[in-house]
């Protein structure tokens, strides 16, 4: 016989009148609710193991000599050993900071598992509660947050971490307004997460503020105050700031290293690395996607007032620019950032603005997410030799995090032989004496210093590289000057960031360093300073000039005399420049240098920097050129006197659209006595 239409196609059940579920043979009715809540329950529980999977480090990483590994461990070490942000560190990241790079230490493994686990957690929260309140089916609903946690997983290394916080942020945000805040033990349970993340990491403090600004404005649209949500970061942080070791009063330096490392970065860090082209297109559709978002949240609702309407869309577009800002100023890999959350908050505030039932809204969302996928295209796209690959290795990663975690948990981890293999190398690869004393290492490289265990005790800004405005590097050349300067230090100059003259990078440290040490030794690629008896160090004018930018300048002849030359280079930048500068960025200064054995070099310039001034000649380009000038002999029968210099803009850009077309050089020279 043929079936009844809308009958169940089981011969094992069949759905009542009363809308249960009777199974044959039993005579008792199941509930379709009670089926209906079973399956949310299980896709939360599913949710909960991936996001497990896919954001707690369960293998971290452990040590190699690079620079970005060597600033992980030494964060890791400022938190085991107390170290006091705000004053003896000032970096992008806060006591909390190992969180970021997830490396193995074991004074923080717990912290990290632990801290990692909570945030997996509730963002499958987060994501289930959104999707709870908008979509029917639980199969959707898991179907739509596993591919948010996957977007976000697909950032690859530490950049993966900006990624989750953004979206993290974002999805708290959808979640409160569907929610009203409640149960309000959630909010403020996620306000105490946003503490802990504004000590990790200086980005993620404005994030939070700008969640937190977002909360209070919704409180007072419905009259309720919003100083318990106040209350509780504040608190949070406190507790947090005091729980890592740190002093009450260190919180003000705290704040000001990170508004001074904010201020510099975009002047230091503008650049783009990869096709210019393709870099125009992915920063063209976050553009078109980005503002295409913000017109679906401004319209989503009809009849709604406009002052909460604009509120709702300045928010959006604050938070995407903030994202802008942190994926294309540095334009190489950061891209990876933007591109791969603005995808993943489109998909987060889906299903508020499908919810409308309004046309134009939905349409403006499903622009939007096209806009964002045809931006993450551009992005792999951009990044073929390595994205690509990355995509296709992302069943492997599960794989191995699963299995990891399995080991963690069951004790069998292997990351402390790792670790101690990994130190082992950078021993063997970087041989050095014995060493009493407290050391420090320039330009970066903290991992050679903690794999031989030396009691290192690093200035403020502990990688030369970020110390990109004068108050910066003041910081640091102060610390050589005080009573905490280390009784050692390792030299090397090197390439940190990207072409940057070495000379430029910690520059007024160079004067300390050779005032205040002597060289004891060459020690593989390091050269061994150890403190000595203070000379003095005067830098004494030697004219000033102003020249056009690609016009070659012509230095003094300073005959067969082993001078060292010091420059002063002031860019005033233009009503353009300052606002591209806000908006975007802007190309870095250049120096094209001519010495005396005809050679010609190009490096990039930090604007502000170069303002307080660089050793200009002779040309330091390796750790030989700086032990002959440690030594007495100068640029003396090296060809490596300046004869000449020259100033452009970076990637070929007019420099006179964001740079007054003159600039100005005072010339010193440098006398040690």
Same mark, same amino acid.
């Given at each position: 016989?043929?079936?009844?239409?809308?009958? $169940?196609?089981?011969?094992?059940?069949?759905?009542?009148?009363?809308?249960? /579920?009777?199974?044959?043979?039993?005579?008792?009715?199941?509930?379709?609710?009670?089926?209906?809540?079973?399956?949310?329950?299980?896709?939360?529980?599913?949710?909960?193991?991936?996001?497990?999977?896919?954001?707690?480090?369960?293998?971290?990483? =452990?040590?190699?000599?690079?620079?970005?590994?060597?600033?992980?461990?030494?964060?890791?070490?400022?938190?085991?050993?107390?170290?006091?942000?705000?004053?003896?560190?000032?970096?992008?990241?806060?006591?909390? +900071?190992?969180?970021?790079?997830?490396?193995?230490?074991?004074?923080?493994?717990?912290?990290?598992?632990?801290?990692? /686990?909570?945030?997996?957690?509730?963002?499958?929260?987060?994501?289930?509660?959104?999707?709870?309140?908008?979509?029917?089916?639980?199969? /959707?609903?898991?179907?739509?947050?596993?591919?948010?946690?996957?977007?976000?997983?697909?950032?690859?290394?530490?950049?993966?971490?900006?990624?989750?916080?953004?979206?993290?942020?974002?999805?708290? %945000?959808?979640?409160?307004?569907?929610?009203?805040?409640?149960? !309000?033990?959630?909010?403020?349970?996620?306000?105490?997460?946003?503490? %802990?993340?504004?000590?990790?990491?200086?980005?993620?403090?404005?994030?939070?503020?700008?969640?937190?600004?977002?909360?209070?404005?919704?409180?007072?649209?419905?009259?309720?105050? $919003?100083?318990?949500?106040?209350?509780?970061?504040?608190?949070?942080?406190?507790?947090?700031?005091?729980?890592?070791?740190?002093?009450?009063?260190?919180?003000?330096?705290?704040?000001?290293?990170?508004?001074?490392?904010?201020?510099?970065?975009?002047?230091?860090?503008?650049?783009?690395? @990869?096709?210019?082209?393709?870099?125009?297109?992915?920063?063209?559709?976050?553009?078109?996607?980005?503002?295409?978002?913000?017109?679906?949240?401004?319209?989503?609702?009809?009849?709604?007032?406009?002052?909460?309407?604009?509120?709702?869309?300045?928010?959006?577009?604050?938070?995407?620019?903030?994202?802008?800002?942190?994926?294309?100023?540095?334009?190489?890999?950061?891209?990876?950032?933007?591109?791969?959350?603005?995808?993943?908050?489109?998909?987060?505030?889906?299903?508020?603005?499908?919810?409308?039932?309004?046309?134009?809204?939905?349409?403006?969302?499903?622009?939007?997410?096209?806009?964002? =996928?045809?931006?993450?295209?551009?992005?792999?796209?951009?990044?073929?030799?390595?994205?690509?690959?990355?995509?296709?290795?992302?069943?492997?990663?599960?794989?191995?995090?699963?299995?990891?975690?399995?080991?963690?948990?069951?004790?069998?981890?292997?990351?402390?032989?790792?670790? *101690?293999?990994?130190?082992?190398?950078? !021993?063997?690869?970087?041989?050095?004496?014995?060493?009493?004393?407290?050391?420090?290492? &320039?330009?970066?490289?903290?991992?050679?210093?903690?794999?031989? +265990?030396?009691?290192?005790?690093?200035?403020?800004?502990?990688?030369?590289?970020?110390? &990109?405005?004068?108050?910066?590097?003041?910081?640091?050349?102060?610390?050589?000057?005080?009573?905490?300067?280390?009784?050692?230090?390792?030299?090397?100059?090197?390439?940190?960031?990207?072409?940057?003259?070495?000379?430029?990078?910690?520059? %007024?440290?160079?004067? *300390?360093?050779? @005032?205040?040490?002597?060289?004891?030794?060459? *020690?593989?690629?390091?050269?061994?300073?150890?403190?000595?008896?203070? !000379?003095?160090?005067?830098?004494?004018?030697?004219?000033?000039?102003?020249?056009?930018?690609?016009?070659?300048?012509?230095?003094?002849?300073?005959?067969?005399?082993?001078? %060292?030359?010091?420059?002063?280079?002031?860019?005033?930048?233009?009503?353009?420049?300052?606002?591209?500068?806000?908006?975007?960025?802007? $190309?870095?200064?250049?120096?094209? =240098? !001519?010495?005396?054995?005809?050679?010609?070099?190009?490096?990039?310039?930090?604007?502000?920097?170069?303002?307080?001034?660089?050793?200009?000649?002779?040309?330091?380009?390796?750790?030989?050129?700086?032990?002959?000038?440690?030594?007495?002999?100068?640029?003396?029968?090296?060809?490596?006197? =300046?004869?000449?210099?020259?100033?452009?803009?970076?990637?070929?850009?007019?420099?006179?659209?964001?740079?007054?077309?003159?600039?100005?050089?005072?010339?010193?020279?440098?006398?040690?006595?």
């Amino acid at each position: 016989m043929g079936q009844t239409p809308g009958a $169940p196609h089981s011969s094992d059940s069949a759905v009542g009148d009363g809308g249960c /579920v009777s199974c044959v043979g039993s005579g008792k009715a199941v509930p379709t609710s009670a089926i209906r809540s079973t399956s949310w329950w299980l896709a939360l529980a599913a949710l909960v193991l991936a996001a497990l999977v896919m954001f707690v480090p369960w293998r971290p990483v =452990v040590s190699v000599d690079t620079l970005d590994a060597s600033w992980a461990m030494g964060l890791n070490d400022a938190f085991a050993t107390g170290k006091r942000f705000g004053q003896t560190i000032v970096f992008t990241m806060g006591p909390y +900071g190992f969180l970021y790079p997830q490396f193995y230490h074991p004074a923080t493994i717990v912290l990290l598992i632990a801290s990692w /686990v909570t945030y997996a957690v509730a963002m499958a929260l987060l994501l289930w509660a959104i999707a709870r309140r908008y979509v029917r089916s639980p199969a /959707v609903a898991a179907a739509w947050a596993a591919a948010i946690m996957l977007v976000v997983q697909l950032v690859p290394g530490f950049l993966g971490v900006d990624a989750f916080m953004i979206v993290f942020a974002a999805a708290f %945000l959808v979640w409160y307004r569907a929610s009203e805040g409640r149960p !309000r033990w959630a909010a403020h349970a996620v306000v105490a997460m946003f503490a %802990l993340a504004s000590l990790v990491k200086h980005t993620f403090a404005a994030l939070a503020v700008l969640a937190l600004v977002a909360v209070a404005l919704q409180c007072i649209g419905r009259r309720r105050s $919003p100083l318990p949500f106040a209350a509780t970061y504040a608190g949070t942080l406190v507790v947090l700031w005091l729980g890592a070791g740190q002093r009450l009063q260190d919180i003000y330096g705290f704040v000001r290293g990170g508004y001074l490392i904010a201020a510099g970065y975009n002047e230091a860090m503008s650049r783009i690395k @990869g096709d210019p082209v393709g870099c125009l297109l992915e920063v063209l559709l976050y553009g078109a996607g980005a503002a295409l978002l913000v017109a679906a949240i401004a319209v989503r609702r009809e009849g709604e007032r406009r002052t909460a309407a604009a509120a709702k869309a300045a928010l959006a577009g604050a938070l995407l620019f903030m994202v802008f800002k942190i994926g294309f100023v540095s334009h190489n890999t950061h891209g990876i950032i933007a591109t791969f959350s603005l995808l993943a908050m489109a998909l987060v505030i889906a299903p508020a603005l499908w919810s409308s039932g309004r046309r134009l809204t939905r349409g403006l969302l499903i622009a939007a997410i096209v806009a964002s =996928v045809g931006c993450v295209a551009a992005d792999v796209s951009l990044r073929k030799d390595s994205m690509p690959t990355e995509v296709r290795n992302t069943p492997r990663k599960l794989a191995t995090s699963a299995g990891a975690a399995l080991e963690m948990i069951s004790g069998r981890s292997d990351a402390g032989e790792r670790l *101690e293999q990994a130190c082992a190398m950078i !021993r063997r690869d970087n041989p050095l004496p014995a060493i009493k004393g407290t050391v420090d290492i &320039y330009p970066h490289n903290q991992a050679v210093v903690l794999a031989w +265990g030396l009691r290192y005790e690093p200035r403020p800004v502990f990688q030369s590289y970020s110390a &990109y405005l004068p108050a910066l590097a003041e910081m640091n050349a102060a610390h050589l000057r005080s009573d905490d300067a280390p009784e050692t230090i390792l030299f090397n100059v090197v390439d940190q960031k990207g072409g940057f003259l070495p000379a430029i990078e910690d520059g %007024l440290s160079w004067l *300390e360093i050779l @005032g205040r040490y002597r060289l004891r030794s060459r *020690e593989g690629s390091y050269l061994l300073f150890e403190r000595s008896e203070p !000379r003095r160090v005067t830098l004494v004018p030697k004219g000033a000039m102003t020249a056009a930018f690609g016009e070659w300048i012509s230095l003094p002849d300073t005959g067969a005399a082993p001078v %060292l030359s010091w420059a002063k280079v002031r860019f005033a930048p233009t009503a353009l420049g300052r606002a591209m500068k806000l908006l975007y960025r802007v $190309p870095v200064p250049t120096i094209t =240098v !001519r010495t005396a054995d005809g050679r010609e070099g190009t490096w990039r310039l930090v604007a502000a920097t170069a303002g307080s001034g660089f050793l200009l000649s002779p040309l330091v380009t390796d750790a030989e050129g700086f032990a002959a000038i440690a030594g007495g002999r100068g640029a003396q029968g090296t060809g490596a006197t =300046v004869t000449a210099i020259r100033f452009a803009a970076d990637g070929g850009a007019d420099a006179t659209t964001y740079y007054e077309d003159r600039v100005t050089i005072e010339l010193f020279d440098v006398a040690i006595e």
